[in-house]
């Protein structure tokens, strides 16, 4: 796992490959100086209109995203399309974002002065936004992804970008005490929920997908194996109509660290009829935590 | 040609395989925020010990240089050692070389606030440097690599980083008022001087270098092509005695531009005996420029 130190240094690294981003991010990070802002560069987002996007720069904490418009290179936008998909997603539902522009009305290049000037007055408004946060909670890197904070709060939430690194520290928060688990999915002992992990992308003999709105997942077989699979669960559906998932979706950051998301609690839907597919409806968007 | 704005753009995004180097320095352009001060990352020096270095960030208006002391893997320390051959070399005789630790004595990683603690003062530092260089000349780039600045002061000085894009520009400086050339010498009409633009590393059939002191160049040829070249030299070394070489070597900036750099004039040795050699010994490190 690495540190704050590592993440800080590799998250400036890793957007290398677009020089008016990185000089753009460099400055706003070096500018707040401010370690207690988490910052996440390339968010994977699903935004309030249902599209897509790769944001430049993410801020948790204040619900903003930053994507700054540089024209792309072909292979950079191809280079994105490969990648993007594997990406952690975050519904960006209520979310700000904001764009910084390097190009004028006219299609010409602002100046470095002028893109300087609009930087530091980003900084500047983001620095009064933190002292508005009233329940403003510091980042803190050692605790970011361990369950305690979030047992301790007493809910897993969409809105609180409940994220974790491995399934046991999910699981934990609803009572596993165990030390391994390998399984895509953990039943939640005296209880009609399990915990489920599915990756939300073509993988495998699986083609799942979360629709735009966040609020169906459609789990889709590509193959005789997983056609095979899909019977099984709908004789197990039949069995135990009130089974429900709460689902942390498997992703990789934008530094390649697996983690997963809660991204709500779902219910299959009973009258689906196509053979290969299982559809989930949201039914929560909020656990309560078990210990 | 770039712009002043491509070049500090892409200054940053060239240092980008060193994650330390690239928040180090990011920082420092950024902290510095003074379009007046050159600056110029991954410069090639042959230090006052005679030993060669690639510092990471080098300001020609205050003779100073940087180096970051980032534990580098192998594998960067090859890639360093096959491109350096060819970069541009200053002689940083009476240049000042400081050094930004990321270690602590102990070996372990300073923490960030550390390490921007040191940055910052290094700032500072440089911020009251610039108000004491009394002839300081803020960092024109649309001048910097033309000849007009160079005629206008009157000569050409190693110690003054004189540095032109073409041969031309050199050639403008001693009164060539054509269009084109392709050679990689020029005579100077009514006068025992020309201009010499060798590659003071191996290319083709020569394998020149400068000697460590800056005060030899030994032009080696390595095949009988070369030979044959370095036969013909003597004859006119011996008809002309007195021709003298300014000297202006070809190499590569730390973003892969061309350009040509006053490193002294220059006389055949006559004593020479070797019959691949000849070497040259520098009789001035500056030039008056003739129009």
Known sequence: MPTKTDYILRSLQKIRNKKWEFFIISRIIHALDDDEIEFVTQQYVRKNDGAYALTDLYFPQFDLHLEIDEPPHEKEI???KDTLRTRDLVL???????????????????????????????????????????DFLPWNFETR????????RGFVKIADNVVFR?????????????????????????SDCYLWFPRLFEHGMW???????????????????????????????????????????????ALGYSLLRYVGTFQPRMTETHPDV?????IK?????RI
Chains 1, 2 share one sequence.
């Open 145 to 152: 992804y361990s369950p305690e904070p979030v047992i301790e």
């Open 166 to 190: 491995t399934q046991i520290d999910a699981m934990r928060c609803f009572g596993f005490k165990g030390n391994g688990w390998q399984k895509g999915a953990w039943k939640i002992p005296d």
């Open 278 to 282: 299982i559809s989930f409806d949201r």
């Open 285 to 289: 968007t909020c656990e309560k935590v």
């Open 92 to 134: 960006a539902t209520g979310h700000t974002i904001e764009r910084l522009k390097t190009l004028k009305e006219d299609g010409t290049l602002k100046s470095l002065p002028e893109v300087r000037k609009e930087v530091d007055a980003f900084v500047d408004k983001m620095r009064i936004q933190k002292t508005m946060i009233s």
């Open 78 to 80: 191809q280079k994105q």
């Open 207 to 253: 083609q799942n997908e979360l629709s735009e709105d966040g609020k169906v997942i459609h789990e889709r077989a590509i193959n005789s194996d997983g056609r095979a699979s899909i019977a099984k669960q709908r004789r197990d559906i039949s069995e135990y109509p009130n089974r429900k998932a709460i689902v942390f979706a498997k992703a990789k950051d």
